[in-house]
């Protein structure tokens, strides 16, 4: 049995050896905490972040898996596709923003966000690079920025859009394989419903409300077209155009225009082009009705869709009363 001098000995030692664990802990937690601030950072930036979250929510619906800020060369093989010099060089620095798995760990598709400083001429030339090598290993390749994030347009983000309806299209492929979905069936995502009465109807069909809500305003007399007229177009870089305009007395109206870039990505465009173009009709349309905006007279309208249409390649066009642009070349996959 030890003494009491022996235990105020031991009690002495434990709080010594107790104190000499608090300041290292403490010093541990300083250069940690410093470390972290001067060493360590974030692997995303703000928007990043919230594109990894709108990825991440639409990967889930589809039991697909997103990883950011991975090699390039860890996705693509390089040797096997030949890339050689400074292409390969650059394979093995750069990395995609997220990648999108199935199958927990087989890549499908790439999703680059593009921010602002995306429009220099060094970060485009790296941009083209990475481009370069997803065509060489026909790799899917998405560019967004943080247009596509927003739910300016409907019920879904354009990002949740784009990445839902390439999940469908090629479950609805699987079926017409199967013998369930006729062949001659064409894939049109606006009418694909939703069978959960809580939800949208028609989630893909962004559109759908305001182009409902334009025939009420012709209805109600305020409007003299009960639909709108437009096209869009492809210029020299393939970047898509379209204008949309509508009248609403014999001599005005009101027109809007907007562009998408050309992606890598198997997902008709043009599609989600038509409808941004509806929604951003039908909201000037509400507008000028308010007395927010003033509306265009039809002949400004015409010299502005004519002036766009003779520098573009027509994709598609639809109209209402008097036509702006001829019908669609027949060999054109979207007329």
């Known amino acids: 049995m030890r003494s009491e001098g022996q235990m105020r000995q031991s009690w002495t030692m434990t709080e ?5 664990w608090r300041q290292r802990s403490a010093t541990f937690q300083y250069s940690s905490t410093l470390a972290t601030e001067v060493r360590m950072l974030r692997l995303v930036n703000k928007y990043e972040e919230i594109a990894h979250g709108e990825i991440e929510g639409a990967a889930d619906r589809w039991g697909l898996s997103v990883y950011p800020k991975v090699r390039v060369a860890d996705v693509l093989s390089l040797d096997a596709l030949g890339v050689r010099g400074e292409l390969k060089r650059f394979g093995l620095q750069c990395h995609f923003d997220f990648v999108v798995c199935r199958n927990q760990w087989e890549p499908a598709y790439a999703v680059e966000f593009d921010g602002q400083y995306h429009v220099t001429a060094k970060q485009k030339a790296r941009d083209a690079k990475k481009d370069r090598l997803c065509t060489i290993a026909s790799f899917p390749i998405l560019r967004i920025n943080s247009n596509y994030l927003t739910k300016e347009f409907g019920p879904i983000s354009l990002l ?7 999940e469908l299209s090629i479950a609805f492929a699987e079926q017409q394989a199967a013998g369930t979905i006729p062949l001659e069936e064409d894939f049109y995502p606006f009418f694909l419903m939703n069978i ?21 305003l012709h209805k109600r007399g305020l409007i003299i077209d009960p639909s709108s007229t437009g096209f869009i177009g492809y210029d020299k870089n393939e970047i898509a155009r379209g204008i949309e305009y509508i009248r609403l007395t014999a001599a005005t109206g009101v027109y809007v225009r907007t562009a998408m870039r050309p992606q890598q990505f ?19 349309v509400v507008s000028c009705l308010r007395g927010e905006t003033t509306p265009t007279p039809l002949e400004e309208i015409f010299a502005i869709a004519e002036q766009m249409q003779n520098g573009l390649k027509l994709g598609r066009a639809h109209s209402c009363g008097r036509a702006i642009s001829p019908v669609a070349n027949a060999n054109d996959p979207e007329s």
């Open 16 to 20: 010594v050896l107790c104190d000499s």
């Open 160 to 166: 949740s859009w784009i990445m839902d309806v390439h």
């Open 196 to 216: 959960n009465p809580k939800e949208e109807k028609f989630p893909y069909w962004l559109s759908a409300k305001p182009r409902i809500r334009l025939k009420d």
């Open 266 to 284: 198997p997902v008709m465009m043009s599609d989600l082009l038509e409808e941004i173009l509806a929604v951003q009709l039908t909201e000037r």
